[in-house]
């Protein structure tokens, strides 16, 4: 009896995580027609009370007539999808503690580690594992047409996403509506993203009420903001739709990003060094020729692929720091996410599921 229990429980773990596997994109699910002219599709009214500024009003107003000039939108009918977003004091809220914040310089106390330790985990690395595995036919097809190797475009969808297991559950309409006409800090970035985002909609056919993601916009599998869907995302499977829900047309995407921002095929990310150097600056945009870093006191533990001039990229162990030459294949991920930490835990974790497999 107990064998037909375990059984039974197995079967149904295995159907949840192929019906987790197969669950149909928003895109997919919520795509209408194309013919309404001069605007988006929608589903049906999403009709919430709210009240607006006059000021709120005119901003929203100037947004319609560059949406009505640039891309020949239909003013009543922006008019009526804008009447119809929230407003979201959280993501505000959320957005203030994310601006940088700078302190008094401190000695190493374990940054790095804490950093790498949400990602790089005994539990965590199965799942890159499955996904690296049943997708192992589109990876090796990106690497072939856009250079990028697998462990990169996992690594990628593995620290911004979990391979699509927390994708976001914020409108993005709300979201993007709520930063580009309530958040004065960075109200001209948000009203760009806000509009890439409404000529995705129109272009796919898909209600913009109906799509899910970060509280700042950011979507899909490989949490593209709709700018970079706009120049970077790839119909991958080739079904006549881009879809970052969809994890081929994710793979795809990120490679193209990738390639777009200058990653060389074959080449290496990043060579540990041996030695200190406390006194120089560090960071993925510093330059530093290879003679001034062994005056310094550094050597590195492998080959620069030729490189004379290399980034000089320190992380803090706790009890020490360790030092590593960044070469340009690093710059280009710090392209996706412009933080250091992000760029090494993105190859590194990429490394771990490949050495996992």
């Known amino acids: 009896m107990r064998r037909i229990i375990v059984c039974l429980n197995l079967i149904l773990l295995l159907v949840a995580c192929s019906s987790n596997r197969s669950s149909t994109s928003p895109m997919k699910e919520h795509r209408g027609h194309a013919n309404v002219k001069g ?24 947004f319609i007539d560059r949406m009505v000039s640039k891309h020949g939108f239909n003013r009543q ?21 994310q601006a940088p914040k700078s302190g008094p310089a401190t000695g190493p106390n374990g940054a790095w580690i804490r ?34 190797p697998p462990e990169i475009i996992v690594g990628i969808i593995g620290v911004e996403t ?35 985002f409404l000529v995705m909609c129109r272009d796919e056919s898909v209600d913009p009420f109906d799509l899910s993601g970060s509280f700042a916009g950011a979507m899909g599998y490989g949490q593209f903001m709709p700018s970079a869907f706009r120049r970077h995302a790839v119909d991958f499977n080739h079904d006549g739709h881009v879809d970052l ?64 001039q290399v980034s000089l990229l320190r992380l803090d162990m706790g009890d020490r720091y360790q030092f590593w030459y960044g070469l340009p294949n690093f710059y280009t991920i710090t392209r996706y996410n412009h933080s250091m930490h992000y760029a090494m835990a993105v ?10 497999r």
């Open 162 to 196: 979990g391979w699509g297991r927390v994708m976001g559950k914020t409108k993005i309409i709300d979201a993007l509506s709520t930063l580009a006409f309530y958040y004065p800090r960075r109200a001209q970035y948000f009203s760009n993203e806000l509009e890439d």
């Open 39 to 62: 605007g988006v599709y929608l589903e049906k009214d999403h009709n919430p009370s709210k009240t607006a500024s006059p000021l709120l009003e005119i901003d929203k107003e100037k």
């Open 115 to 148: 950093y790498k330790n949400k990602f790089i985990t005994a539990s965590n690395l199965p799942r890159g594992v499955e996904f690296w595995n049943q997708y192992e036919k589109e990876l090796k097809r990106a690497y072939t047409e856009y250079g990028v």
């Open 77 to 97: 009918q922006l008019r009526n999808v804008l009447a119809q977003t929230n407003k979201l004091d959280w993501v505000i809220n959320l957005m203030d503690k």
């Open 347 to 356: 190859w590194q974790l990429g490394l771990a599921v490949k050495e996992a």
């Open 245 to 308: 829900w969809d994890p081929v047309d994710a793979i795809g995407s990120v490679a193209n990003y990738f390639k777009s921002y200058g990653w060389q095929r074959g080449k290496k990310v990043a060579v540990m060094a041996d030695g200190q150097a406390p006194s120089l600056n560090s960071g993925f945009s510093t330059k530093y020729s290879i003679e001034t870093l062994a005056k310094a006191g550094l050597k590195p533990q492998g080959s620069l692929d030729g490189h004379t």
